[in-house]
């Protein structure tokens, strides 16, 4: 027993300090700086040890080489590179600025005493927000095929196809492509009945708060309604005026007939802006990413009426 005490009594003494790395991986945006933490556990002064931080591991020069109290720092970008903690408390953190795509990887701490040495590694991930997600679309049989497609991301996103109802809708059509910096492009389709849900987005994201969103709303019932209702008030237009046109053939309006027939010039120039509306509203919209579409059927029926109330 005694001697089991006296060899671990002296393991222990023998571990002069443990190193201690954040297990989760540290992300930053490119073009930021970032601190890569690695502290010795207990506190101890580390101004005298030799301190090494590798990149994808120990067979290349070392990112930072810090050595008889002074930085003699490695790499060829070694103004971006500094030991940013407190070496004489523990902390031989590493910081990184003006953070580049190439940046990305496994980071290795290494500390040496003049008898002992631990080491500690993290991973690095670069993070950049890609494009927002553009909608498309074509008629598929009596479906609406959508696409989703956004470009330049890192790391690779996720992305959520979401009904009106918030349910998420199955992505098994999603194709990611990376080019040689690392950048992610996604793209992914998806077969949707108009009259399942009143508008589906497409989300991509790297994590609950860093997203991109855009939605697609059929506007299949909108464009039956303005339809029916553009072709009530052409109607009742054109029977006005054909009425009033039959009194001023039979001379019974003699004195307000200009009038009236300016009044019903005016009401077919009243009808006009409310059928360029919804068309300007699509526009407007579109600006903002957020993209309509709606049955062309029903568009070439809207412009013929137009037509007509011009007749
Ligand atoms: C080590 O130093 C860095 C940079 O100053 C700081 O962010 C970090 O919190 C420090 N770690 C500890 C454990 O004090
Ligand atoms: C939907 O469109 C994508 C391209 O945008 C295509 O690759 C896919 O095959 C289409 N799916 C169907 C069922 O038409
Ligand atoms: C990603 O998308 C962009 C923009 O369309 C394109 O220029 C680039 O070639 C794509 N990259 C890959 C790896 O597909």
């Known amino acids: 027993m005694i001697l089991i005490c006296i060899a671990s ?5 023998a571990a002069e300090f443990s190193i201690v790395v954040p297990k989760a991986p540290v992300s930053a945006f ?34 930072l080489f810090y050595k008889e109290k002074k ?17 004489d408390n523990r902390n031989v953190s590493l910081k990184l600025d003006h953070l580049t795509m190439a940046d990305s990887g496994e980071y290795t701490c290494f500390v040496k005493s003049l008898s002992w040495y631990e080491k500690g590694s993290m991973n690095l991930a670069v993070k950049v927000l890609g494009s927002t997600p553009l909608l498309l679309y074509h008629e598929s049989v009596e479906k609406m095929n959508v696409t989703c497609r956004s ?40 077969l949707f009945s108009p009259s399942d849900s009143e508008w589906i987005s497409c989300t991509v994201g790297l ?11 059929p506007m299949k019932g909108f464009w039956m309604e303005a ?26 309006l003699p004195h307000c007939s200009s009038h009236k027939n300016a009044k019903a010039a005016d009401s077919s120039h009243e009808s006009l ?15 903002g990413h957020f993209y309509i579409f ?15 109330v011009e007749v």
């Open 9 to 13: 009594l002296l393991a222990c003494s």
């Open 30 to 63: 490119l073009g930021s700086s970032v601190i890569l933490p690695c502290n010795l556990s207990p506190s101890i002064n580390a101004r005298t040890f030799e301190v090494r931080w590798y990149k994808n591991g120990e067979h290349e020069k070392p990112v």
């Open 71 to 87: 930085n003699t720092g490695q790499s060829q970008d070694r103004d971006r590179v500094s030991l940013i903690g407190e070496l």
């Open 151 to 190: 470009f330049g991301w890192s790391p690779k996103p996720t992305l959520t196809w979401r009904d009106s109802t918030g349910r998420e809708l199955p992505n098994t059509h999603t194709k990611y492509t990376t080019d040689s910096e690392g950048l992610v492009n996604v793209s992914s389709w998806l």
């Open 207 to 217: 994590n609950l708060q860093e997203i991109k969103e855009s939605r697609i709303v």
């Open 227 to 252: 339809f029916i209702s553009t072709l009530v008030l052409s109607l009742i237009v054109i029977i006005t005026y054909t009425v009033l046109l039959i009194l001023f053939r039979k001379g019974l």
């Open 273 to 287: 802006p409310a059928e360029t509306m919804p068309l300007n509203a699509i526009e407007n919209t579109t600006q």
């Open 294 to 308: 709606f049955q062309s059927t029903n568009y070439t029926y809207k412009t013929a009426i137009a037509g007509g």
